[in-house]
């Protein structure tokens, strides 16, 4: 590939992408770094969790983007009676001209965009019926495995963990996800501005920006960055020091923390940061990326001990922490 076609194919990521973001932001008052990282995922081809306190928007985010995509949209209310046949699908019975045989009903996971409201209000039997679906992009029914269509994103919405009727999300479901992003209370300025657009009973006209072909060619785009060596060696050390065992690990991880993030946690970071150096006009990934896309991919794969929760120590603070080690490590060499 010669250097004008990257020049040309870099500079259309960044049109289309700006272009969906700013279209979302039609409907979505502030919110500009949840918005920057779905956009990030949907490219990347990974799924995102979202937490925050209900009536902050989490569904109108997804379902706009489902709209300004133009790619179907379906959401699933968990609840503590959902069955996993409810999220799949299930063989009916039929009558066809005095024969009767079993016919597939898909359930809501076929879709482009799947929207998992409160997921931690159902029990774990039924939130593990999503782990083939957001690992495998497939389902399994009656022994017959059934593909879903592509791009497939699932945004999952959980509230606060203290919250009443919660149960917490298995460990291995929440490695599936490539981001988890806290959704903030927006200030003054901003619930006004939800206000005036909300109770005007005035609806937006959206435009649509891409098509899910569009968004499958920047995800390959995305994973021809380049990725040097070097680059490569320090999100390996980056993992690695969220291990308390291991050697490099800071002395806050080695006090507060039970469990370091997986492998996967590697791989998200680096197909992240090569999305986040393509938004920089960059055709290769470098330490900056990796920092910028740290803490979203890793604050859900670091287990605190529990020394870390009596003391209220946030992953996000441990992740921030290993960072500026790595750095200081770095720059003494």
Do not use: W
């Amino acid at each position: 590939m010669d250097e004008p076609d990257i020049e040309a194919r870099v500079a259309q990521f960044q049109a289309t992408f700006d272009a969906i973001r700013k279209e979302m932001h039609k409907v979505i008052v502030g919110q500009e770094e949840v918005v920057e990282r779905v956009l990030t995922a949907v490219v990347a081809g990974g799924h995102v969790l979202l937490e925050g306190v209900p009536g902050l928007g989490k569904t109108v985010l997804v379902k706009t983007l489902g709209q300004v995509l133009d790619l179907s949209f379906s959401r699933i209310q968990f609840t503590p009676d959902l069955m996993p046949a409810d999220i799949c699908g299930t063989n009916i019975v039929v009558e066809d001209g005095g024969l009767r045989g079993f016919q597939f009903q898909p359930g809501p996971i076929f879709a482009h965009f799947v929207l998992a409201d409160e997921i931690n209000r159902a029990t774990p039997k039924t939130q593990s019926a999503l782990l083939e679906a957001m690992q495998e992009r497939s389902v399994t029914v009656a022994g017959v495995v059934r593909q879903l269509s592509e791009p497939f994103f699932v945004m999952a919405t959980q509230n606060p963990i203290e919250m009443e009727g919660t149960y917490p999300l298995p460990e291995a479901q929440v490695d599936r996800f490539l981001f988890k992003l806290i959704v903030a209370f927006p200030n003054v300025p901003q619930l006004v501005s939800i206000l005036s657009r909300t109770t005007a009973g005035t609806d937006v006209t959206l435009e649509k920006t891409a098509d899910g072909r569009a968004i499958l060619q920047m995800r390959r785009l995305s994973r021809e960055v380049l990725l040097s060596d070097a680059v490569a060696e320090y999100v390996a050390r980056l993992i690695s020091a969220t291990h308390p065992d291991h050697p490099d690990a800071p002395s806050s991880v080695k006090q507060f923390v039970r469990y370091g993030s997986s492998p996967r946690g590697a791989q998200s970071v680096v197909v992240a940061a090569k999305v986040h150096a393509l938004r920089q006009g960059r055709f290769n990934v470098a330490c900056e990326d990796v920092r910028a896309v740290a803490v979203p991919a890793l604050r859900h794969r670091i287990i605190r001990s529990f020394e870390g929760e009596a003391e209220g120590v946030s992953t996000d603070t441990l992740v921030g922490e290993i960072v500026k080690d790595l750095d200081r490590v770095a720059a003494a060499r």
